[in-house]
């Protein structure tokens, strides 16, 4: 079946603007996560979600960043006043059941760039 | 906070050697994956062991998790070209399902 998809993949954005990025998971899948990771770097944890529970949100690295999802399915990372530090590539990734146990499928990302 | 390192950072090794990286946590692991990334590419399980010393093979690629589960190890025998990406690894711990990967091994390898 089909994999995680991420929108956009490429994402261009001036200094102070917001932006979307989108995930869409395998179907089925309750666990969602979203990772960042700068150039050349390990993957840093953002944010999880796991079915209807309240997300942890303890990676988030500022309150200009925010998620949602919605439906227990799609969800949405939003950058607020972006700053050039924000540059990275964002991924996404989802797993069957509890996440604690499970493959994590990672999306192609989305490479944000503020200029 | 807990932390992962990985040794080494960069591996530069001839088609045919063995690699060896290894994975250390600052706490105890309730249990650990490990994922390739290929350049350009996005990570890609690989495994994934949760048992207290635990050796885990497939094909060319030996996983073992410490005794303590504070630290891990993927060894490859006989490097290929196909190997060069970056290996991390990610552990959990007791209570959490918020993965800390580790700061990656680069392997390069050479024909």
């Known amino acids: 079946g089909a994999g995680v998809s991420q929108s956009p993949s490429n994402k261009v954005t001036e200094k102070g603007k917001d932006v979307e990025l989108r995930c869409d998971p395998i179907s089925g899948h309750t666990a969602l996560y979203w990772y960042r990771q700068s150039l050349g770097q390990g993957l840093e944890f953002l944010i999880y979600?796991?079915?209807?529970?309240?997300?942890?949100k303890s990676g988030l690295p500022s309150d200009r960043f925010s998620a949602e999802r919605t439906g227990g399915s799609v969800s949405t990372l939003t950058i607020q006043r972006t700053q050039q530090e924000d540059s990275a590539v964002y991924l996404c990734?989802?797993?069957?059941?509890?996440?604690?146990?499970?493959?994590?499928?990672f999306g192609p990302g989305t490479r944000l760039t503020v200029l | 906070g807990q932390q992962v390192m990985q040794i080494p950072q960069y591996q530069h090794v001839q088609e045919g050697e063995d690699f060896t990286t290894y994975c250390n946590s600052s706490?105890?692991?309730?249990?650990i994956q490990w994922y390739k990334q290929r350049p350009g590419g996005h990570p890609v399980f690989l495994i994934q062991?949760?048992?207290?010393?635990e050796v885990k093979k497939q094909k060319r690629l030996t996983f073992q998790f410490g005794e303590a589960k504070k630290n891990s190890s993927l060894h490859i025998t006989a490097t290929q070209t196909t190997d060069v990406g970056t290996y991390f690894c990610a552990g959990t711990t007791s209570g959490t399902y918020k993965y800390i990967f580790g700061t990656g091994t680069r392997l390069k390898v050479l024909a």
């Open positions: 990734a989802s797993s069957h059941n509890t996440g604690s146990r499970d493959t994590q499928y």
């Open positions: 062991l949760v048992k207290s010393g």
């Open positions: 706490t105890t692991l309730s249990n």
């Open positions: 979600f796991q079915g209807n529970s309240a997300p942890d």
